[in-house]
Structure formats: structure tokens, C-alpha cells
């Protein structure tokens, strides 16, 4: 959710921070801007909407003398998607880049308006850099204005500043956004994640919360509340993990059709003949651990409530699940003997993060299973295991689902195996499935053809509901959240055996009801509920291996004898069916509109 970068040195700026905002344009692409420091004279540009737009406007602009800089691409919080609310905001002097809220910025723009300063933007943002001009123009002293600044700041926030009245000088601070520098030689990189500066710097530094200070000549300074400290950089990747589309029309239909790939590599080392292992995890850690709590959001939602299943089914242990923003202001009850887990893709994800912190101070272990190593997640948790699904850029996730998922059932093993809850023959019966994941995962010729061509009489209606029992209504959920976020059409997640509770209301002919009716679990059940909703008119399309006489519209999966197996290939299914709707409704599909990649925001 918005994106950040900075530089300091010598090399050509704008290259600099076009090439890095575009790494982190699938976080938030409302508008761009960046502005630079040279030779005491500021430069400032910004654009609505994408950074090929902020390109355009500044092909004319060169800047490769020593310098400092600052970019940033936008995800609008407080007010529109328009040029004056784009960043960097500008002060009399000075310019400022921020991600995150700065909840108290009402009070302060009320005080600092009432000592003459003047806002131009609707930002919580604007606030920070007019903050810092008054505390300067009383000190005369741009750190110490600096620091006064992020004192008198609630809330979250990474942001970078710039000033005149100390040309050759980027000023930092962290708090609750991720944020990190990049080293290389004599230059200074700035991001909000490691994609832009990978190629670029050799060594890194990850911003904690609290920590602030500033970057000149070459060196970093760093606090917190204690004072100067000392801090370790460590190597930066130089492979340039940026995905690319490699043929396919966009970044959600790679990821598509690369699940059946990473999903062996998410296996990898970890599934053997007999047994599930997490070279991560061991008994010791699981000691004295009888239940589980998960907490996620959205997508990893999703995943953690169907492992909800497993987690009971396979390895008897009770496993509540819940929405992490629910959870921060229910006052939970937690107690030691929980094992908490976070789920996400990003590994940023605001709401999920503040989760695991509470967890953490209630002295529980907490576990985190994530896309991204080294994200403010991962470096929270007592123990990480990555999904392994490689760079996901697409905002609606697909593989990322997949691996998380595929994981979380692993787990659900590896918790059967240690506390011997199920025969060794049932473990064995599960491995085979899991081996079997890739080739459930594969799109079979002509599948994505017909899902093309049956989306045509998908784009009116009233709306969609898309049904399933057991596991297969988180799928149900999963499935409705990818039509709503890149078709804008109204479609919601149900359990199939509730829909006579109320919703069924719905149901005539202009409702459209995504039916997952798999062969091997409560297929009489579904059958049943399917029918009702078809004796009112509703609009089946039946995703199931068992031809379905009342269905509209129909396709056929593979009788196979494991319900994950049917899972995952009704999965892809239902990501084909959301993408080719997106696609006729002419919309962004990787970058659907009002949505960021990551929600580092409340
Ligand atoms: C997925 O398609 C969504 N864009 C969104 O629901 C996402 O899953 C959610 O914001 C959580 O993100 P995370 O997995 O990075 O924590």
C-alpha cells in the first residue's frame, strides 16, 4: 500500500526512482511523484494515476549530479487520487514522502494552520513536512526539527524527507511501515521493500519501529528513543526476483499457471515418503501447545479457515480462525497453551501484524507463514515458514492462496504425525495427495477456452453467489473475492447447506450461483442444496467430475478420490472464471481498481 523510494549520490535520479516505483507500483497506483535536491535548487513532479504517466511528463528531466531524491507511488487514504494530494508534499523548503496514517494529523494541522501554515492537500501526509518547517524555522537545526517532528506523531508511518536547509541530506523515521537502506559504496537507497534496490545496492539495513535518523555523505545515522545506535547491515540478493510476464497477458494469469510449478517447490525438502518435516519447527517449540489460533486477512483469510478443517480432522486439534482487525479490539482471551499463527502473502499486512504483536505480548509462540522472507511478519514470528511461491504481483492473489494453503495442510500433517492423531497409513494417503497437488494444478487443454467462452453470459445479473460445504466454502469465500476485485460485480462466499437460512431469498433468474459440488466430500449434500436454488431459477454453473442435470452451465474436474485434490483444481477454476470476466468487462485485471498489493494501513 503505497510505495517509497529514496536516493543519495551521484547516479541519474529520475532512472533511479521511476525504475524503483514501478517495482512497487502494484501497491498502490492512485498517482506518483518525486522530487530531488541539486545543486540547493528543488525539483517536484507528479502524475495521477500511473507511473508511465509520471514518466511521460518527465522525459525532459536529467538529474546526474550528487543529489538527493525521493519518490513515491500512492494508495489515497485521505482524500482523492488527484495531483495536489499526490506526493511529495511540499512545505516553504522542504519536500516529504510518507506511507502509513499519522492518526493525530487533524490536531496538528489545526495548530499549525493556526501559525500561518498553509495546506494545499487533503493528506495526512502534508502534515509532517509543515510539522517540520515550523520546529526548523524555530531551530534552525533541520535533525533536531527532525526528531522534535516524529515525536508529535501518532500512528503508523515510514517517510522520508528532504530540505533545502540541508541540501545533501535524506532524514528517515519508521513506525509501523516497513522501511529499509540500501548500501552500495557511496550510495544511498531508500524503499518501502527490498524490489527496488535489488540490483542497485549490495547491503541492507531493515528499519525497526521506532528507529528514525538520517543519511549524508555516504553514511547513516541511526536512533531511537534510547539514543544513537549501531546497527548491521547484511547482503542484499542481486538476483532481480521482478517478475515478468513471460508471454501471458498479465502478471494474475502467470501466477495462474505457474501454480502447478512452485507448489513443488513449496513441498520441497519438507513432504517425504512417510512424513511431513518444517526444518523451521520442532517438538520443542510445539511443547505444551494444544490448540491453534490463526489470524489473517482477506486471501490468507481464506486459506487459514480451511486449514480450520484440517487442523481438526487430521491433527485433532481444536483451531479457531479470525479476520486479524476483528481481533485486535475484541480484547482476546489468550493463553499460553495457544499456538498463533499469522497468514499472509505480503508479510506487511497492518492488521495481521498489530495481531501477532498482541499475541507476542501475551507471551504466546507464535508461527507465521508467509510469501516474503524478511518482512515485518517473518522478523516478528518466533518461527517462519515461507509459501516458496516467488514474487507475486497480481494484486488479486492466486498462487500465493495456493501455497499458503498447500503449507497449512502440511502443518495439519506434521501436527498428525508428532501427536500420532491419525494411523500412519491415513499420513501416507495424504502424502500421496499432496504429490498429486502439481498435476491437479495443471489447466488441462481447453479448460481455460471453455471458461472464456461460458463468461460471456456472466456479465449481468444481479449478482453471484458462490456456494460449497466443509473446505470447499472457504473456496466458496476465496472464489467470490477474486470476481468482486477485478470484475467490480457483486458476488459473495456462502456454505452451501446455509443458503435456505435467508439468502436464498436471492434466488430467479438473474442470479448467477457458482456451485463447487466436488465428488468426495458431502457431494449428496451439495446436490441437494444446488437443487433448491435451481427449483427457484437461479443460474447454475456447476464446477464438479459428476455431470449435473439441472446445471446451466457446466465443468467437468477429475474424479479424484482426495478432497484437496478436487480443492485445488476447482481453485484455478474459479481464478480462470474471475479473470476472464475482468477481462471482458475491459478492466485492469493486475491492477483492479481502489485495491493495493499490500495493506499497510488500518
Ligand atoms: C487478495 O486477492 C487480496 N488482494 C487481499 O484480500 C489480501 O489477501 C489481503 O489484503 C491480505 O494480504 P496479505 O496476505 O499480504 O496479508
Avoid at 201 to 226: H, I, N, P, R, S
Wanted: negative net charge; hydrophobic residues 40%; proline residues 3%.
Amino acid at each position: 500500500m503505497c510505495g517509497i523510494v529514496g536516493y543519495i549520490g551521484k547516479k541519474e535520479k529520475k532512472e533511479i526512482l521511476l525504475d524503483g516505483l514501478s517495482e512497487l507500483e502494484y501497491r498502490g497506483y492512485d498517482s506518483a511523484g518525486f522530487a530531488v535536491i541539486e545543486n540547493k535548487e528543488l525539483k517536484n513532479f507528479k502524475a495521477v494515476g500511473k507511473i508511465e504517466n509520471l514518466a511521460n511528463k518527465t522525459t525532459h528531466y536529467l538529474s546526474d549530479g550528487f543529489g538527493v531524491s525521493i519518490g513515491h507511488t500512492r494508495w489515497a487514504t485521505h482524500g482523492k487520487p488527484t495531483e495536489l494530494n499526490a506526493h511529495p508534499h511540499l512545505g516553504q523548503y522542504s519536500f516529504v514522502v510518507h506511507n502509513g496514517i499519522i492518526e493525530n494529523y487533524q490536531e496538528l494541522k489545526t495548530k499549525l494552520q493556526a501559525t500561518g501554515a498553509s495546506f494545499v492537500s487533503q493528506t495526512d501526509t502534508e502534515t509532517i513536512v509543515h510539522l517540520f518547517e515550523y520546529h526548523n524555522n524555530k531551530l534552525a537545526n533541520p535533525f533536531e526539527s527532525f526528531k522534535a517532528t516524529v515525536a508529535e506523531l501518532d500512528g503508523a508511518y515510514a517517510t522520508l524527507l528532504i530540505t533545502k536547509a540541508d541540501s545533501e541530506t535524506i532524514y528517515f523515521a519508521k513506525n509501523g511501515s516497513p522501511m529499509l537502506i540500501g548500501f552500495d559504496d557511496n550510495d544511498i537507497y531508500f524503499a518501502s521493500s527490498d524490489t527496488p534496490i535489488i540490483g542497485k545496492a549490495t547491503q541492507v539495513y531493515y528499519l525497526e519501529d521506532g528507529e528514525y535518523g538520517y543519511a549524508k555523505d555516504g553514511e547513516v545515522k541511526l536512533f531511537d528513543a534510547k539514543g544513537e545506535k549501531s546497527f548491521h547491515k547484511q547482503a542484499l540478493s542481486m538476483d532481480k526476483a521482478s517478475a515478468q510476464k513471460d508471454g501471458f497477458r498479465f502478471f494474475m494469469e502467470k501466477e495462474i499457471y505457474e501454480q502447478s510449478r512452485v507448489m513443488s517447490e513449496t513441498m520441497m525438502g519438507r513432504v517425504n515418503d512417510d512424513s511431513v518435516d518444517f526444518e523451521e519447527l520442532n517438538s520443542y517449540f510445539l511443547n505444551g501447545i494444544d490448540n491453534i489460533k490463526i489470524c489473517a486477512c482477506g486471501t490468507s483469510y481464506h486459506s487459514a479457515l480451511a486449514s480450520s478443517y484440517l487442523f481438526e480432522r487430521l491433527s485433532k486439534i481444536p483451531c479457531v480462525v479470525e479476520i486479524a482487525s476483528e481481533f485486535r479490539y475484541k480484547e482476546p482471551l489468550l493463553k499460553k497453551n495457544t499456538l498463533f499463527i499469522t497468514i499472509s502473502q505480503s508479510g506487511e499486512t497492518a492488521d495481521t501484524l498489530e495481531a501477532l504483536k498482541m499475541a507476542k505480548r501475551a507471551g504466546l509462540k507464535s508461527l507465521s507463514i508467509c510469501n516474503v522472507d524478511n518482512s515485518s511478519i517473518v522478523r516478528e514470528s518466533d518461527r517462519a515458514i515461507l509459501t516458496r511461491a516467488g514474487i507475486e504481483k497480481g494484486v488479486a492473489s492466486t498462487k500465493a492462496f495456493a501455497t499458503q494453503t498447500m503449507v497449512l495442510w502440511m502443518l495439519s500433517v506434521y501436527f498428525a504425525g508428532i501427536n500420532k492423531t491419525i494411523p500412519s497409513e491415513q499420513i501416507k494417503t495424504e502424502i500421496d495427495a499432496m504429490i498429486h497437488v502439481p498435476r491437479a494444478l495443471l489447466i488441462p487443454d481447453g479448460l481455460h477456452e471453455q471458461i472464456h467462452r461460458l463468461t460471456k453470459r456472466y456479465l449481468h445479473g444481479h449478482g453471484f453467489f458462490f456456494i460449497g460445504r466443509d473446505i470447499f466454502f472457504p473456496l466458496a469465500l476465496e472464489g467470490a473475492l477474486k470476481l468482486k476485485e477485478i470484475s467490480y460485480l457483486h458476488a459473495e462466499g456462502y456454505p452451501a447447506g446455509e443458503m435456505k437460512h435467508g439468502p436464498i431469498a436471492l434466488a430467479d433468474s438473474g442470479l448467477f450461483t457458482v456451485a463447487l459440488m466436488p465428488r468426495s466430500l458431502h457431494y449428496d449434500k451439495i446436490k441437494s442444496n444446488v437443487e433448491e436454488l435451481s427449483a427457484r431459477d437461479a443460474n447454475i454453473l456447476a464446477i464438479s467430475p459428476e455431470p449435473f442435470k439441472l446445471a446451466d452451465d457446466f465443468i467437468q474436474t477429475s474424479y479424484d478420490s482426495h478432497p484437496m485434490l478436487e480443492f485445488f483444481e476447482m481453485m484455478v477454476i474459479t481464478q480462470l472464471f474471475a479473470l476472464e470476466v475482468s477481462v471482458r468487462l475491459g478492466n485492469d485485471v493486475d491492477m483492479p481498481r481502489n485495491l493495493a498489493k499490500s495493506v499497510t494501513v488500518e
